[in-house]
């Protein structure tokens, strides 16, 4: 039903678009008027204004572009989750779901004109071939890299690749000689789990940062390492889980519900009804579960949290959720761009929608969450509760007869604040100028390899105040005005992001959530429920 109904609309988004290709070869249709095209035809204005911008406008402009602009804003006034996609973006966002691509599996920053390496991901190609953390890129394939002209599109262009081709680059460690690695590009996975580790003697902790195609898979692998550690209960981590596959979460779903349960189900216009059962299949279907969620934890994570609150799987922490009641389905088009369109809205198994209000256009809706952040919601637990967005959705009930609502989101079992010296301007500026990893690169790499286990330096370091102090210097270089109250405010926040930042540096993201987690509230209220 699903394949049929794709194939319906992309064959009316394709005319409603008007292909200026399309517009080109009917010469027969434009033979009865000036401008290119028979007004008697119902040839659609969309499409005869994208021939006219194309043909008549004052100015060269690119086509394709307007052409997606004009899809997108049609798409817009229909919901805010109905959009068009760059074939850049679309490809992005399929790669990141599809859980891989195709190159040499490493990440890095750019620091005065030089390739960094700061990740390198597990069996990939850069990792079978030797490269380290710390590594400078000085040539690629024999040629001058480092100091030349540098833009994320040429790195990419330059990494990325089809599968058993061929880059060398041109490496030099610890400020040594330059040495040449021949690498060939491969598969490099990206695993849904961004950490998984025993928190205390026997609460499992396992952060998901998005619901793509092997995120059950990755979750199962997790969970079974777990449990041989003596894990007993386990805390989900949901926070800035912005969504991915229905199916994928559903089947994440099925890990903790009994046989026959109802996971949630869809319906459209255009979509019959489609319930989503668990199967017999859990790998954790009766030990205790905590979920945390935040306002920004959407889509799949609420339907995920959705399920196991109204069946009273799991106790739900932290604050409310995005609001994401929609289903979308991709088209794709031949040229690499794609429709994302809303086919469906999904209901937990309560019967509830979670949906948030877009009534007010596009603008407002991306606006709400500065709203609540304004109201002062992300605070105090009364004003989520006092909401005019709940007061007006209906009220519905989990198995165990307790009260949930409908629209604008999750909320929360267990309410924990935001944690105001995480969200202030001077992190925020720190954050974009990439000065934590910058810092870490520039200063700490020595101390760094005093430590062989990620264990003893979260056990043994901290950032000193005058360690603080000279990151402040450091920093300063780039954001030229700090505000001394935010700094203070944030201080001991700033210290743990260095320590967290410099953990990820040589051990990954697990050793990263680790340090961060010690000092989280929501985190530490998650692990006594």
């Known amino acids: 039903m699903k394949r049929t109904a794709g194939i319906i609309f992309r064959t009316l988004i394709l005319i409603l678009i008007g292909v200026t290709i399309g517009l080109l070869i009917s010469d027969n249709n434009f033979s009865t008027h000036p401008l290119g095209f028979n007004l008697s035809k119902d040839n659609g204005k969309l499409s005869k204004v994208l021939y006219l911008v194309t043909n008549k406008y004052v100015d060269s402009i690119n086509t394709d572009s307007i052409e997606g602009i004009t899809v997108n804003d049609m798409l817009q006034n229909l919901d805010p989750h109905s959009v068009y996609l760059p074939a850049q973006q679309a490809r992005s966002i399929n790669e990141r779901l ?108 396992v952060k998901i940062s998005k619901f793509a195609s092997q995120t059950d898979t990755d979750f199962r692998s997790a969970l079974f390492k777990l449990k041989a550690e003596g894990m007993q209960k386990l805390v989900l981590d949901l926070r800035g889980n912005g969504g991915g596959y229905l199916n994928t979460a559903t089947a994440l779903a099925d890990e903790f519900l009994p046989k026959g349960d109802l996971i949630v189900y869809t319906l459209g216009v255009h979509e019959p009804r489609t319930d989503y059962f668990a199967t017999d299949s859990g790998s954790y279907e009766k030990g205790k579960l905590t979920v945390i969620i935040d306002e920004y934890s959407a889509s799949a994570s609420e339907i995920l949290a959705g399920a196991l609150q109204d069946l009273d799987r799991a106790t739900i922490v932290g604050r409310r959720s995005f609001g994401k009641g929609l289903v979308q389905q991709q088209f794709p088009f031949g040229d690499g761009t794609a429709v994302n369109l809303t086919v469906a809205r999904y209901y937990t198994p309560s019967g509830r929608s ?129 505000d001394l109250n935010e700094l203070r405010i944030s201080r001991e926040t700033i210290k743990t992001l260095l320590k967290a930042n410099a953990a990820r540096f040589k051990w990954g993201t697990n050793a990263y959530y680790y340090v961060m987690n010690e000092n989280d509230s929501t985190f530490k209220t998650a692990l006594q429920q």
């Open 98 to 205: 599809e859980g891989g691509f195709n190159g040499i599996g490493l990440e890095y920053q750019l620091l005065r004109d030089t390739i960094v390496i700061t990740l390198i991901y597990p069996n990939g190609p850069a990792a079978k071939a030797g490269l380290e953390t710390g590594d400078k890129v000085i040539t690629v394939d024999g040629k001058p890299f480092s100091g030349t002209k540098l833009t994320v599109n040429r790195i990419s262009k330059s990494f990325r690749g089809d599968k058993d081709t061929r880059i060398t680059l041109g490496i030099s460690k610890n400020h040594g000689p330059v040495k040449d690695y021949l690498i060939k590009r491969g598969r490099v996975d990206l695993s849904s789990v961004d950490a998984a580790y025993l928190a205390g003697d026997k609460t499992g902790y």
């Open 354 to 482: 979670i949906q948030k209000s877009y009534k007010n256009g596009v603008s407002s809706y991306r606006n709400e969450l500065a709203d609540r952040v304004r109201k002062g919601e992300l605070l105090t637990e009364s004003s989520n509760l006092s909401d005019s967005v709940f007061l007006k959705g209906s009220a519905f009930h989990t198995t165990s007869g307790r009260k949930v609502f409908s629209f604008g989101g999750i909320m929360p079992d267990v309410f924990v604040p935001a944690d105001t010296t995480q969200n202030t301007r001077v992190i925020s500026d720190l954050y974009n100028e990439q000065l934590f990893t910058g810092y870490v690169i520039d200063k700490l790499q020595p101390q760094l390899k005093k430590f062989n286990t990620s264990y003893d330096f979260i056990k043994q370091f901290a950032v000193s105040d005058e360690a603080f102090g000279d990151f402040v210097i450091y920093a300063s270089q780039k954001v030229k005005q700090m």
